[in-house]
């Protein structure tokens, strides 16, 4: 085929061209170590890549929600656990003072200590995380349990709705608890129970013990409760720490470039350069001129 | 002419052949890079012979004319693959000027904003009544917003960067059209004898060549020479040294038409099928036009979901006054109609919301709230109706604002509150919702929110009237939201249909990864399609000069041939008067 000198210089032009864009293409993959910088370089895998990282986006948070979730439930069940032990104290204590050899002294100074157990439940259902309070329902902000120190009267100002926290798509968990029903009216027992005490009143003592022995049983369902809630969110976590590793691969997998292929890639792209730019210039040079 | 004199007849008709050969071989020369050029050869034919005394004798040499290597069909090919890979080159440009809109990697891009949004709902449900939280929402919200505003508005920039190529394009055209029409008249006039006007050919053919780039043509040559250039429908831009103009015009002068004469107007636009029209128009009626219905439409179907959720909720304090965001243009009119001018008529339905009072210190009044129905029976209820029921409660006020939009006030010493609105027509008002607006240019954070953060509704209503600031319920409604599926309108768009509304059941963030997707996907197929159109332009331009173009050593080996055959011309006549000098001295 004849070819006109035209020809040749065009296709020179052309080659060139093309090798500089390759060789630009290779150098922003090794300088920025993506596979991926415009859209159009792999439009599937970016796609997939939004997802991913807006699974993993997800996946943090949920990390962070659960965090705060089991610092709560850490709280309750460290507070519920005392109550208990207040609770076996007191019950104790009235199984001693219903006996008969007791005197009304000994039951004068029992009186005090069940207040003082009294006032000490009060406190520690006053329980608080970083300002909220853990056993007032959704009335975070107050103490949900008063005391009246004439009456002796503990009123419960906080509601029924349990804070509640999302751990998952689909999952939420309780981690506040609704005072009223985790309580009861265990502070009117115990109050009963000092009453029963000042005033030598056996009766009233075990009517009062076999209150506490209630409480303490309800109390214990609630700890076992927040046991298994917990062992409920370590097991999330611990999902959620699986998938965010796997979810970090395969990101890795498909956004990021392999280092060693990319430097390969651009050195070929060089020398494929350099081999075009050689024979393009021996080529430019040949003339009939130089003969004639 | 006989004897001798016949000799220096030919000798002189030699050195003249040789001569225009040589000429020729310069011009050929002289014109190597020229493009669009083709070669031209001198043809020479041997004269006519006569008879003379029994023998029969030639008579020399003479050109006949000059021709002109061209291969029209090839050429024809050759313009036609060009308008092509024009109209690809400029879809490419414009594809990665998109595709640089929809950047992914930096930290600002819109789906890194969405997920973090509802990451913020998150920490609000963690911690409803905490201050730092409600801010952070607050502030990314506006933040989320511009950026919407900002995409919106490059793409309406790029659509009108669009439509003043096309505009000057159309100059272009008309300019070249009248060129053309001009050299017909002239090649017409050069060849009125039997010669072939081959520059002006050449220089038609590159003008031919230079109107396909802009758009597509079919070109025919009648018998007198002119060359008839037609474009799409049918529509003659050149005849013989007529020339047709194409001008803008339609309803929003972006429509491409064709003046015929006597008055009469052809729309192309639909029906250009290459050159830098037609990407231009792709790209203006068909690919960005596409991108931006679905990014409002995107943009309305999240402010909708958000809102709708939020409406339902309270913050950590009832309100003073409060002023819808969307505005109806007919007060009288049914609100769930389009007549009624609201932005979300079609989401409002029949059912019924509460508004509770409360006074100076928090109690609920009236021990309930009020109940309003809306229903479409009886004429329907329209926004007079609204305020009429609204403000016949004890101790709040209602009006309609000039624009009208509904204002709620409570009068010193009260508050109100929502709550259970099912027929959604808080949200469709703007009263207690999130965001504004209804498109991806318009959205933004509604001011009540930003005069103060505690009007973020993450809690809700309870039966008794009383809300609690450690309550998360409508926070973790929304937070919800972020993986619920809906229908949200996806657009297909057609330079001769129009737009048509389709529809796509997926998440907010999912939509928009397809979208983004689907971006990528067009850029990537445009590019191979240019390449590879680039590869045939190549081929083609080859073959082409194979037949027309300058080969430098041909002309060289012409120029020796040339001069040799005049070198001997010449010593013809040397000899020839040699013998006639011969002859003359003979005594």
């Given amino acids: 085929m004849r070819v006109a000198n035209k020809t040749i210089y065009d296709i020179i032009k052309f080659n060139l061209g093309n090798i500089t864009e390759e060789l630009n293409r290779a150098n922003k993959v090794v300088a920025t170590g993506k596979r991926i910088t415009e859209l159009s370089d792999d439009p599937v895998g970016l796609t997939q890549a939004l997802n991913i990282r807006s699974s993993l986006s997800n996946i943090e948070q949920l990390g962070r929600n659960i965090s705060m979730g089991r610092s709560w439930l850490t709280a309750s069940e460290s507070a519920l656990t005392q109550v208990q032990n207040q609770i076996s104290d007191a019950r104790a204590l009235c199984v001693q003072m219903a006996t008969a050899t007791t005197g009304s002294a000994e039951r004068a100074s029992a009186a005090a200590t069940v207040q003082n157990t009294l006032e000490e439940i009060v406190s520690l259902a006053n329980t608080e995380v970083n300002g909220r309070y853990i056993f007032a329902g959704s009335k975070t902000d107050a103490a949900p349990f008063s005391r009246d120190n004439d009456t002796n009267v503990v009123t419960y100002n906080g509601d029924n709705k349990a804070f509640t926290m999302k751990i998952g798509r689909d999952a939420t968990v309780e981690v506040g608890s609704d005072g009223e029903a985790v309580f009861g009216d265990i502070f009117t027992t115990l109050s009963d129970l000092k009453d029963a005490l000042e005033a030598d009143d056996v009766s009233g003592i075990q009517a009062a013990m076999s209150n506490l022995d209630t409480h303490f049983d309800r109390i214990s369902t609630k700890i076992s409760e927040i046991g298994s809630k917990m062992l409920r969110m370590e097991t999330k976590e611990k999902i959620f720490q699986d998938l965010n590793i796997t979810n970090t691969e395969r990101l890795s997998k498909i956004e990021d470039a392999d280092i060693t292929e990319a430097i390969m890639d651009l050195k070929a792209k060089e020398l494929a350069y350099k081999a075009a730019l050689a024979s393009s210039a021996r080529v430019m040079q040949l003339s009939l001129v130089d003969y004639l | ?587």
Avoid at chain 2, 391 to 403: E, H, L, P, W, Y
Avoid at chain 2, 422 to 438: D, M, P, Q
């Fill in chain 2, 1 to 587: 002419m006989s004897g001798l004199g016949l000799v220096f007849s030919i000798a002189k008709d030699a050195v003249a052949a040789q001569r225009y050969g040589m000429d020729v071989a310069a011009h050929n020369i002289a014109n190597v890079n020229t493009p669009g050029y083709s070669r031209q050869s001198p043809v020479c034919e041997a004269k006519d012979r006569f008879k003379y005394g029994g023998l029969i004798l030639g008579r020399g040499v003479k050109t006949t004319h000059i021709a002109r290597s061209c291969d029209q069909f090839i050429e024809n090919q050759l313009m036609q693959q060009k308008s092509s890979f024009s109209c690809l080159e400029q879809m490419d440009n414009y594809m990665q000027v998109l595709e640089g809109l929809f950047n992914e990697n930096s930290g600002n891009s819109i789906s890194a904003m969405l997920a973090d949004f509802w990451n913020l709902w998150h920490d609000i449900a963690n911690n409803p009544a905490g201050a730092s939280e409600r801010i952070g929402l607050y502030e990314h919200s506006i933040s989320m917003s511009e950026q919407f505003n900002a995409l919106s508005a490059d793409l309406s920039q790029l659509e009108t960067d669009l439509s003043n190529a096309v505009s000057a394009a159309v100059d272009e055209i008309n300019q070249i059209t009248n060129e053309i029409g001009l050299i017909n008249n002239e090649i017409v006039g050069m060849e009125a004898g039997k010669a072939t006007a081959n520059d002006l050919r050449d220089k038609r053919n590159t003008l031919v060549s230079e109107l396909a780039e802009y758009i597509d043509v079919k070109t025919f040559e009648q018998s007198n020479g002119t060359l008839t250039v037609i474009t799409a429908r049918g529509c003659v831009l050149v005849h013989g040294n007529d020339s047709y103009d194409l001008e803008l015009g339609g309803d929003n002068g972006d429509r491409v038409k064709w003046q015929g004469s006597g008055g009469a107007t052809a729309d192309i636009t639909g029906y250009i099928t290459s050159g830098k029209l037609d990407g231009w128009l792709n790209m203006r009626d068909e690919i960005i036009a596409k991108y931006k219905l679905d990014l409002d439409a995107l943009a309305k179907e999240f402010i909708w979901t958000v809102n709708q959720q939020h409406s339902q909720g309270v913050g950590l304090e009832a309100f003073n006054t409060v002023t819808g965001t969307y505005a109806v243009s007919d007060n009288g009119e049914e609100l769930g109609t389009v007549d009624s001018g609201l932005d979300y008529y079609n989401k409002i339905s029949d059912g019924v919301f509460n508004i509770w009072i409360y006074d100076s210190s928090g109690a609920v009044i009236g021990g309930g709230p009020t109940v309003i129905t809306v229903d479409s029976d009886s004429g329907g209820t329209s926004l007079t109706s609204i305020k009429d029921a609204i403000d016949a409660v004890d101790n709040i006020s209602a009006t309609i604002t000039t624009g009208g939009r509904l204002k709620i006030d409570a009068d010193n010493g009260y508050t109100f509150a929502f709550s259970g609105d099912t027929s959604n027509v808080l949200a469709a008002l703007g009263i207690n919702t999130f965001f504004t607006g209804a498109t991806a240019g318009g959205i933004g954070v509604n001011s009540k929110i930003g005069s103060d953060n505690n009007f973020i509704g993450a809690a809700q209503i309870d039966d008794d009237g009383t809300f609690a600031s450690g309550d998360n319920t409508n926070a973790l409604a929304i937070a919800d939201l972020q993986y619920t599926s809906m229908d949200i309108p996806q657009w297909t768009c057609d330079r001769i249909n129009g737009c048509t509304e389709g529809n796509l059941t997926t998440t907010i963030e999912g939509y928009y990864h397809a979208m983004a997707g689907s971006i990528g996907i067009k850029a990537a197929s445009i590019s191979r399609s240019k390449a590879f159109n680039e590869v045939m332009v190549n081929k083609l331009s080859e073959i082409r000069d194979s037949i027309s173009g300058v080969s430098l050593d041909e002309e060289m080996t012409n120029l020796i041939k040339f001069q040799h055959a005049y070198a001997a011309a010449a010593k013809l006549i040397t000899v020839s008067d040699e013998m006639l000098n011969t002859l003359l001295s003979v005594k």
